[in-house]
């Protein structure tokens, strides 16, 4: 390429050029390298032409005193996904939603090789926005673009109230354009709707925290309030993982629970009637069984008390009791049913039957020393002992079985907050749940 | 491969073609408009200063397009109503010419077709529906601009259009067409949007403070 | 994230239950005592119960 001629030529370099306003002669700054249309004198509050080399007035406004500076001061630069940007332009816009103005703030970004990108704060909640280069297509309250289809959000009369810095389009003050947002949470694709165009562009939901790394910024950003249009769920899609989680684990359940019924012996080891009668003759109540056999690897015991109360109780104090070891296991049981007729009809209380199972019984030979006790006015009670070796205990399945559901429900009701929280804000509302005044 | 050389009939200095189709250059030295013809160069006119813009591709600027390296050789600055853009002439490293614009720092290459049964100006409409190669697009925007500078070499012979019209077409995949009016005979460009990153772009202009 | 946690939970809730019912544990209270001397089998008045449960007849219509 080099043979003999001379270095090409190019347009001449354009540099941060330092002009001045011609309406107030303070100095202005252009950062974006010519690609400003609209360039904002922050003293007088005058829009220029910064294509005009006289940088002719468009336009001035009045700013209230209430107006806050931007967060992210014009001229800093910060690294978004891997390129530097700096921040050129700035503009608080507004809509009104039944009577209450909602403010939120538009950061212009620029590289001289990517072009231009936009940041917008709203409550703390950001957002990192490019203008789509494809038309999305709109179908019934939603839109799809690049295979991804977005809900609809809000329709609103967007107006811009307050400008700082450079813009590539021709910005005025008090200039609306209708917006419409559709979301599928992290992003959210925008148009801006005026007489003569329409722009759609695609943004998506970025932390304060990174925006503050990304532009080194003093301090923390601000806490972000409520839950914004494309904010990602902390549960999201989870939810349904987790379900199809609780349906596996509750059939493996099942599953051991039938394994574990099949496989028990719930051998009957003793089983023996007596009669009851209160009131005899001042003798020892207690007496002691023949002694059975429990077999096997240490398992549970249960003895099951059968006696034919008719309006009445008994309350048996047993211990099993080791023959060999002398170990025990000491424990009272009350069998007690009563049954009538009343206003509201027939009722009863308790059974006629009562099962108690005793843990971790090793094998070896046993005995039950019974002591029954009764009411002594009562005639005698028959009742009969069953001893059983080695019973499933259904009452564990059922707590395992809660423990799995119960997570599972609470997570799912934060999902549904969460979503709640969010399409709250949106022109399509959740209907209220009960008379929650919200 | 030997290159064409040639001396500027205007100020003698040598002229390099870079691309052996090329029908026109500008002389560096003296700013002369030359057309090749067969025999040698002829001075056709003189371009003016291109304003200043903020392109960051320049001549000699090199990328890869779909793995073939490619150099940039010439280029067109249009002017519209709206702003203007940059059309920059490459050379794909097979010899092929095509096209990288660059509008606002979106950028786009598209090659030249040839295919027959092209509407003219006065027909074409926003929102038609044509299909060519196999893929459908819609008429999306039809902009009147004319030339407000040249660079390098180009392969037509005209420098000064006062009046150009184009219209833009889109596809629903990223694809689009453009059909370019500034001859008699309609032309058709059809192409894909691309990535900065992912032409990798070498021997950029150097911006200062960047 | 949540999903793993749960299924990690789950496992853990699974094996609790498999090993309650493998070491035959109950969810009754039942209070041991050692020791207890051959004699009572004589002597079944002479056993002294653990009254740390005792419970008698507590109501009804």
């Not at chain 1, 005639?379 to 205990?393: A, D, F, L, M």
């Not at chain 1, 429900?409 to 209907?431: G, K, M, N």
């Not at chain 2, 002229?15 to 250059?25: K, N, R």
């Not at chain 2, 037509?156 to 694809?175: C, H, I, M, N």
Request: with cysteine.
């Amino acid at each position: 390429m080099s043979t003999g001629t001379p270095p090409l030529t190019n347009p001449p370099k354009p540099q941060t050029r330092a002009l001045n306003c011609p309406q107030c002669g303070a100095a202005i700054v252009l950062r974006s390298l010519g690609h400003a249309e609209t360039v904002v004198c922050s003293s007088c509050h005058s829009i220029l032409d910064a294509k005009d080399p006289n940088l002719q007035v468009l336009q001035k406004f009045q700013v209230a005193t209430s107006e806050v500076p931007p967060l992210i001061p014009l001229g800093t630069r910060g690294k978004l996904r891997g390129t530097d940007y700096e921040v050129i332009g700035f503009q608080r816009r507004s809509i009104k939603v039944e009577g209450v103005r909602y403010d939120w703030h538009e950061y212009v970004l620029f590289n001289p090789y990517k072009g231009t990108r936009y940041l917008t704060e709203y409550c703390g909640h950001w957002n990192d926005i490019t203008v789509c280069k494809e038309l999305p297509s709109v179908g019934f309250a939603q839109a799809t673009y690049l295979g991804e289809t977005y809900k609809h959000f809000q329709t609103a009369d967007a107006n811009t109230n307050y400008v700082l810095g450079e813009f590539p389009w021709q910005v005025r003050v008090d200039e609306h354009a209708t917006a419409t947002d559709y979301v599928s949470p992290p992003r959210m694709l925008s148009s801006e709707k005026t007489a003569n165009e329409v722009t759609w562009s695609l943004g998506e939901y970025t932390y304060g925290t990174d925006i503050w790394k990304a532009f080194q910024l003093p301090g923390t950003p601000p806490e972000p309030v409520g839950v914004y249009e494309n904010q990602p769920s902390p549960v999201s899609d989870n939810v349904k993982g987790i379900w199809a989680a609780f349906l596996g684990f509750a059939f493996l359940l099942l599953i051991a629970m039938a394994a574990f019924d099949l496989t028990s012996s719930k051998g009957t080891v003793f089983d023996h009637s007596y009669v009851f009668q209160s009131g005899e003759p001042k003798g020892e109540a207690s007496f002691v069984t023949d002694i059975f056999d429990l077999a096997g690897r240490t398992a549970n015991v249960e003895i099951t008390t059968s006696a034919n109360v008719d309006n009445a109780w008994i309350y048996l104090n047993y211990a099993l009791i080791n023959q060999d070891t002398g170990q025990a296991w000491d424990f009272g049981r009350e069998v007690s049913y009563y049954y009538g007729r009343d206003s509201d009809g027939s009722w009863s209380e308790g059974s006629q039957k009562d099962s108690v199972i005793v843990p971790s019984v090793p094998a070896g030979h046993y005995y039950l020393r019974i002591e029954p006790e009764g009411d002594s006015k009562h005639p005698p009670i028959g009742y009969s002992v069953e001893v059983k070796r080695g019973v499933p205990v259904f009452g564990f399945f059922g707590i395992a079985f809660l423990a799995l559901l119960i997570p599972a429900i609470v997570i799912t009701w934060r999902y549904i907050s969460f979503e709640r929280a969010r399409w709250s804000e949106s022109d399509h509302p959740p209907v209220k749940i009960g008379n929650s005044e919200d | 491969m030997t290159q064409p050389v040639s001396n500027c009939p205007n100020c003698g200095a040598k002229i390099v073609f870079q691309w052996s189709s090329s029908v026109q250059t500008v002389c560096q030295y003296c700013k002369s408009i030359l057309v090749r013809t067969d025999v040698d160069l002829e001075k056709v006119g003189k371009v003016a200063d291109l304003p200043p813009d903020s392109s960051p591709i320049q001549l000699n600027t090199e990328g890869i397009y779909r793995n073939k390296a490619f150099v940039v050789i010439g280029r067109i600055l249009y002017e519209y109503d709206q702003g203007g853009w940059n059309e920059w002439h490459i050379v794909m490293n097979d010899g092929k010419s095509a096209w990288l614009s660059d509008a606002q720092n979106e950028y786009a290459i598209s090659f030249a077709t040839t295919t027959t049964g092209l509407p003219t100006a006065a027909q074409v409409q926003v929102g038609q529906q044509y299909t060519w190669n196999n893929q459908r697009y819609t008429v999306s925007v039809i902009t009147p601009a004319h030339y407000r500078g040249v660079e390098g070499e180009l392969p037509f012979p005209y420098w000064d259009k006062t009046q150009v019209t184009f219209a833009d077409l889109r596809s629903e995949t990223g694809k689009f067409a453009t059909l370019d009016f500034s001859d008699e005979q309609p032309a058709l460009y059809l192409g894909e949007f691309v990535e900065f990153d992912d032409l990798k772009l070498k021997n950029l202009r150097s911006f200062e403070g960047w | 994230m949540f999903k793993k946690l749960y299924l990690a939970y789950g496992v853990l809730v699974l094996g609790g239950t498999g090993v309650a019912q493998y070491n035959g544990w109950s969810l009754d209270r039942v209070n041991q005592l050692k020791n207890v001397p051959k004699s009572v089998r004589d002597n079944p008045g002479s056993y002294r119960s653990v009254y740390g449960f005792y419970h008698h007849y507590t109501g009804g219509k």
